[in-house]
């Protein structure tokens, strides 16, 4: 009789993700999309564009009284955000 190792489908994903380069870029995109949640409805109407670049999330605030709040609040943002996640993407936040 044959043996099978038999491995939950979201274990083998991970391992294909990981295998091809693709786990990080993945889980950046999940932490950009996470910004609403955590930051909330309020910040996300005044929130511009977002991106990753060099483990800073950059996150373009339209109200200058908002993003004086924000950036005082950066160590914050990025443990809320990496726990959205679950792993350590980004170690700062940079509001402009």
Do not use: C, H
Not at 28 to 56: C, D, H, M
């Amino acid at each position: 009789m044959f043996r099978r190792k038999i491995q939950p489908i979201a274990e083998v994903l991970q391992q294909l993700l990981r295998q091809e380069g693709l786990e990080t870029p993945l889980q950046q995109k999940r932490l950009i999309e996470s910004w609403e949640k955590v930051a909330g409805p309020v910040v996300a109407k005044y929130t511009g564009e977002k991106f990753i670049k060099n483990q800073t999330l950059n996150v373009k605030i339209n109200n200058p009284a908002l993003r004086q709040d924000l950036s005082m609040m950066r160590s914050q943002l990025v443990k809320r955000l990496n726990a959205e996640v679950g792993a350590m993407i980004i170690s700062d936040v940079r509001v402009y």
